[in-house]
């Protein structure tokens, strides 16, 4: 059976007819808003998991949908006391600090958005690592993107 070829747009009608309500596109991607009710549902499933005795780490990573509360994260960490490495960024890890993750990974660019400013010398990029660290953060570290040559 052959898939018929639909738009983006038909696909986003469709969903809004099962109850979605699509936030925006990107090329071939359509992000969904998540509702109130998915949300609660999914932190009570975390909820459940976390509690188990055999979690060793949580790794976080993303960034949140559109219209999901910005201390999401800080929520789900509530939850659990495993030790988290978080992939977070901007608010998002500044709401995730105070549960002193064990390790926060985000790249050049996400640091300098997350702390407010540039950072265009090293001292610059260590001095915002340090205050990822007096934040909560045990570990700290920050990714530059490198050219990678054949």
Known sequence: ??????????VVKALSC??????????????LLPTEAELAAFESAFAEEAAAANIEYLILTGSL???????????????????????????ELLAALPHQPLVVKPNREELSKTVG?????????????RELNERGAEWAAALAPTAISH
């Not at 059976?1 to 038909?10: D, R």
């Open 1 to 10: 059976m052959k898939l018929p070829i639909v738009s983006g747009l038909q």
């Open 18 to 31: 099962i109850g979605f309500e699509a936030d925006h596109q990107t090329g071939s991607h359509i992000e």
């Open 65 to 91: 949908p559109s219209g999901t509360p910005s201390d999401f994260y800080s929520m789900l960490l509530n939850r659990t006391r495993a030790p988290a490495i978080l992939d977070i960024r901007g608010t």
């Open 117 to 129: 400013r540039g950072l265009s010398c090293d001292d610059a990029l260590l001095s915002a690592m």
